[in-house]
């Protein structure tokens, strides 16, 4: 199947298509910490996108298996984690994702969630990647740091070869020296052009991998910075980690946005969508 053949036709994506006023956000905390802190992140988040009219993919991963040092904080765990997001699914009736890191887990997750993720450093991971497409599920692959956007068609074709339908992918920043990061805008366009649906990770694009002594830092007041110009640029997706104390969480916590300030941001690139659209008509 052409890349350009790759459907878009799942119900998350629906809504955009009746709707082009608003893009698709995906987003939650970097990990599960609780079950109660997941639940009320996700009601918060689902009460703004409802009051603003955006199609709302709840994030949230059970395991960090790509953590900077061996003491880092993980996660609560492939059970526990799938237990929450059922939760979060069934009470908030949220359509929700989390990332796989090996093989086994496509199974055990495709039941649970709505889009599976494949991490950045996991990209080119042949297995996983075909794991995925056999799932049945809608994929979001993130950009490696280490790709050329236009070799993101090799990972996508990896999956329509095994029978993908749902494919969309992530750009989250390419590797800029050591402990550095820089997102090149048109990276957004030409993963368009060979008619993919493109996500813009507005918090992971500003972190500093490693850059804390065994830790990954960030500038989350990059943020918004970020977000503005991609939302300019034209994407079908925002992807945003964001936690109620960023400065107390346990993973991610230097570029995830404040809970409380994500409202403000959407509002503004929403509007900055809706010019996009009036002026490229």
Known sequence: MPLKEVSSSHSIFSALERNIQSFLLIAGPCVIESESQTIEIARTLKTITERLGLPLLFKASFDKANRSSITSYRGVGIEEGLGILEKVKGHLQLPV???????????????????????????????????????????????????APEDM??????????GAQTVFVTERGTTFGYHNLVVDMRSLAIMKALGLRVIFDATHAVQRPGSLDGRTGGDRAMVPVLARAAVAVG?????LETHPDPDRAPSDGPNMLPL????????????IHRVRLRYAR
């Open 97 to 147: 994702t989390t990332d796989v890191h090996e093989t086994w887990q496509v199974e055990r997750v495709s039941p649970v969630v709505d889009v599976i993720q494949i991490p950045a450093f996991l990209c080119r991971q042949t297995d996983l990647l075909q794991a995925a497409a056999r799932s049945g599920k809608p994929v979001n692959v993130k950009k490696g740091q280490f790709l």
């Open 153 to 162: 068609r090799h990972v996508v074709a990896k999956m329509v070869a095994e």
């Open 235 to 239: 994407i079908d997706g925002l992807f």
């Open 260 to 271: 409380d300030q994500v409202e403000k941001l959407l509002v503004e690139l929403l509007e």
